[in-house]
């Protein structure tokens, strides 16, 4: 059984993992048109209210991402707590990084 739980795990883990590359993608890529639409208007000599609408439009965008990328962390947080609830405390699942060290109320980090 163990071992069953472990390749679901590693397979949440992937699609985990897929999804916020995604995200970090899709929102490198929406502050890259929300930066250069006023560079082009200022370029091509343009009124500041020309592609107003745009720009707006495109911060809202920019901005959804954030709040589905916060969601996405707390989901990579709460399947972090799903691994010890089913007994996988001691398996690795990540993705080559280090995490964040991380004080809670009843524990201090030492040196």
Same mark, same amino acid.
């Given at each position: #059984?163990?071992?069953?739980?472990?390749?679901? +795990?590693?397979q949440v883990a992937e699609s985990l993992f897929a999804a916020e590359r995604a995200i970090d993608v899709a929102l490198a890529s929406a502050a890259q048109l929300t930066a250069i639409m006023p560079t082009a208007r200022t370029q091509a000599n343009l009124s500041?209210? &020309? /592609? %107003? /609408? +745009?720009?707006?439009?495109? +911060?809202?965008?920019?901005?959804a991402? &954030?709040? +589905? !990328? %916060? @969601?996405? &962390?707390?989901?990579? %947080? %709460?399947?972090?707590?799903?691994? &010890? @609830?089913? /007994?996988? !405390?001691t398996v690795a699942i990540g993705g080559g #990084?280090?995490?964040?060290l991380v004080a809670n109320n009843h524990l201090a980090v030492v040196a």
């Open positions: #059984m163990l071992k069953e739980r472990r390749e679901a +795990a590693l500041a209210v &020309v /592609g %107003q /609408g +745009a720009i707006e439009s495109a +911060a809202e965008a920019f901005a991402l &954030v709040r +589905a !990328r %916060q @969601q996405i &962390v707390a989901t990579h %947080q %709460q399947l972090d707590e799903t691994k &010890v @609830q089913i /007994g996988l !405390r #990084m280090e995490k964040p």
